[in-house]
C-alpha cells in the first residue's frame, strides 16, 4: 500500500500543489506548544474516583462509554458542571414525557385513508424536503444543547434509536431509589459554594493566564468542545469583573479601565462582554462573526483581549491574528479539530510568536485521549 501511494504522488505531483503549514513557518514567528497535565484537586479526585468505581459498567458499554466520558469530563473542568448536567438530563426527559404524552392524545382523532396519504406525499416536495433538512438539523441543537461535537451528537441520536428499539439492553435498577441516586450521587461530595475557581487546577491557570496576558498586552483565544464549559468561564469572568467594579469602581470608558490598570500593577480584571471579551458558537450568525473578528484584531482596541470559541463553530476558516496565545480547554476525539484551532492564529499577517497550551488533566481518561490520539 505504501508503494502504490509513493507512485500515485509521483504521477500527480505534476497536477496538484499539495501545502502544509511548512510553508508559512519560515515567514511567521515560531510557534510553541505546551502539553499542560493538570493535577486534579482534592474534590475532582474524589468525584472520578467515586464514578469510576460505582457508576460506569452499568448497561451496554456502547451505550455508556460517550455517557460516562461526557460526565467524567464535567468533572476534571470542573465540578460546578456536573449538578448542570443532571438537572438539564432530567428536565429533558420531562419534556421528552410531555411530548409522548401529547403525541398519544393526537393520535384519538387521527385518521388514516387513501386520499390524506397521497396528498401528503404530493406536498413532500424539494423545497418541503429542504426545510425538513433544516429543522432536523436545528433540533440537533436543540435536542443536544451542551454537546458541540458532531460525532457525539450522532452518537447520541444512534443510542436513543437503537434503545427505543430495544435492541440495546441494561440490567434493571432494582427500585426507583437506585435511579434516583444515579443523578444526585455528587451531592454529598459538594461544597456549598460551587462558583470556586480552586476547585478546579484548569481554571487556576486558566485565570493566571488571563492575567499575565493582560499584563503584556497579549490577546487570547480559548477552545472548548462543551459549550456549557463556556457558559462557566463566562460566569467566573462576571464574578472576577464585580469584585474589582466593587472595589475601583464602574469602567465605561478607556480611561477609567487605563485607571484601573495602573492602579492593579496592570491587571483590572474589567470582563464586560463584546468589550473586554467575546464569544463564537453556533449561535453567533455569520454577519455578527466577521464584526467580532475585525474588532478583535484591531491592534488599537487593547480592551478587547479575550475571545471564547466552541472548536466546532468557529475553529475553521476564520482568522484571528489579533491573537498570539491560544489555550485548548479539552482535547477533541478528533486531533484535526485542534490543529485547525491552532491555525486560527499561526497563519499569515501573525507578527508576534504563538503559544499554545494544551490542558489535560493527568492520571484521567482525558490525558489517555490525548496520548492516543496525538
Not at 161 to 184: F, H, L, M, R, Y
Not at 205 to 227: A, P, Y
Not at 237 to 253: F, R, S, T
Amino acid at each position: 500500500m505504501k508503494k502504490r501511494v509513493h507512485i500515485l504522488f509521483k504521477l500527480l505531483k505534476e497536477c496538484i500543489h499539495r501545502c502544509d503549514y511548512n510553508v508559512l513557518v519560515p515567514y511567521l514567528q515560531p510557534k510553541f506548544e505546551y502539553v499542560l497535565s493538570l493535577r486534579l484537586t482534592e474534590l475532582q479526585e474524589k468525584l472520578y474516583k467515586y464514578y469510576l468505581e460505582n457508576l460506569t459498567g452499568n448497561g451496554e458499554m456502547f451505550q455508556r462509554l460517550f455517557a460516562d466520558f461526557t460526565r467524567l469530563s464535567y468533572i476534571w473542568n470542573h465540578p460546578a458542571l456536573l449538578p448542570q448536567h443532571y438537572k438539564r438530563k432530567r428536565s429533558a426527559e420531562d419534556q421528552e414525557d410531555d411530548d409522548d404524552d401529547d403525541d398519544a392524545n393526537s393520535m384519538d382523532d387521527f385518521i388514516v385513508d387513501g386520499s390524506s396519504s397521497e396528498s401528503v406525499a404530493e406536498s413532500d416536495d424539494s423545497d418541503t424536503l429542504i426545510k425538513k433538512e433544516e429543522n432536523m438539523s436545528v433540533s440537533s441543537k436543540e435536542e443536544f444543547p451542551e454537546i458541540d461535537s458532531d460525532i457525539e451528537i450522532v452518537f447520541e441520536k444512534q443510542v436513543k434509536k437503537v434503545a427505543a428499539n430495544g435492541s440495546i439492553t441494561s440490567e434493571p435498577a432494582e427500585n426507583e431509589q437506585d435511579v434516583e441516586d444515579e443523578s444526585t450521587w455528587f451531592e454529598k461530595f459538594m461544597p456549598e459554594n460551587l462558583l470556586d475557581l480552586n476547585l478546579s487546577a484548569k481554571f487556576i491557570l486558566l485565570f493566571t493566564i488571563l492575567e499575565k496576558c493582560e499584563i503584556i498586552g497579549d490577546k487570547i483565544l480559548i477552545f472548548s468542545q462543551s459549550l456549557n464549559t463556556l457558559n462557566l468561564i463566562e460566569d467566573f469572568l462576571k464574578i472576577k469583573m464585580k469584585e474589582y467594579v466593587d472595589k475601583y469602581g464602574p469602567m465605561d470608558d478607556e480611561e477609567s479601565y487605563e485607571n484601573v490598570v495602573a492602579q492593579t500593577g496592570g491587571v483590572s480584571h474589567s470582563w464586560e462582554r463584546n468589550r473586554d471579551y467575546f464569544r463564537i458558537d453556533g449561535n453567533v450568525n455569520s454577519n455578527l462573526r466577521t464584526k467580532i473578528q475585525e474588532h478583535f484584531n484591531d491592534p488599537g482596541k487593547h480592551r478587547a483581549r479575550l475571545l471564547l470559541i466552541s472548536t466546532k463553530a468557529g475553529g475553521i476558516g476564520i482568522n484571528l491574528v489579533g491573537a498570539n496565545r491560544c489555550v485548548i480547554f479539552d482535547a477533541s476525539w478528533n486531533p484535526a479539530n485542534d490543529m485547525q484551532a491552532i491555525f486560527r492564529i499561526f497563519r499569515y499577517g501573525q507578527l508576534k510568536p504563538v503559544y499554545v497550551y494544551r490542558f489535560t488533566a493527568s492520571g484521567t481518561y482525558c490525558c489517555f485521549n490525548w496520548l492516543c490520539f496525538y
